[in-house]
């Protein structure tokens, strides 16, 4: 079956979102804790917030993760289905 014929079916999207949700997910918090680790667990979130989201930082903050999981999860899920 082709990548086209694929993402046609409903069953390709449920399948996409179980992987690419929790995907998202797991990025997500890594990434916060690998940027802020020390201020989360201080309960410094304005710092937190100050790192990752302030001054527009939160365009690429949530933009670069959404993409990278929404290529992951159509990748992992079309090599998946049959």
Known sequence: MTFLEKIKQPLFWSN??????PFFILVTLISL?????REIFAGDFTKVNE????NGKWKTFWGLK??????YGIWVTSKKMK
């Open 16 to 21: 996409f979102a179980k992987v690419a949700i």
């Open 33 to 37: 804790f690998l940027n802020s680790w």
């Open 51 to 54: 790192v990752n989201f302030a």
């Open 66 to 71: 959404v993409v990278i999981s929404t290529f």
